[in-house]
Structure formats: structure tokens, C-alpha cells
């Protein structure tokens, strides 16, 4: 169930990004997928983090984790 809504969202993002291209020009179809591409990013960032908390670990910002696994 899980790959069929990424693939539904892949979709949609497809055909969304299509249709600004076609509207405004191939760089604002580039911003436009880079910002969808970054919000997807963000919320799975924050729902790892959730997951941690839960679990009774201790959540690390940016700076400790590259500080961490270097």
C-alpha cells in the first residue's frame, strides 16, 4: 500500500510539473518540483523524528548528526 501512494504521488507530481511547464517555462517547472521535492523531504524528516521520540531515543539536529557519522 505503501509504494502505491508514492507511485500516486510521483504521479501527480509528474503531470503537475507538466502542466507548469507548459504555463510558465521549464524554470519554474525546475523551482516548482524542487519545492514539492523539499516539503516530501521535511515531513518525512519530521515523521523519523516522531518515530524516535516514541521509541524512547534522542533526537539530534543537523549538526550532531553530521558531527555523529563523520
Known amino acids: 500500500m505503501k ?3 508514492f507511485r500516486i504521488l510521483a504521479t501527480l ?3 503537475s510539473s507538466t502542466w507548469v511547464f507548459l504555463v510558465r517555462g521549464s524554470e519554474a517547472k525546475q523551482r ?7 516539503r516530501y523531504e521535511a515531513r518525512k ?9 516514541r521509541r ?3 533526537v539530534l539536529d ?3 548528526m553530521q558531527a555523529y557519522h563523520s
Open 3 to 5: 509504494n502505491f501512494g
Open 13 to 15: 507530481v509528474v503531470l
Open 32 to 38: 516548482w518540483v524542487f519545492k514539492m521535492k523539499d
Open 45 to 53: 524528516m519530521l515523521a523519523q523524528k516522531r518515530q524516535v521520540k
Open 56 to 58: 524512547g531515543g534522542v
Open 62 to 64: 543537523d549538526m550532531e
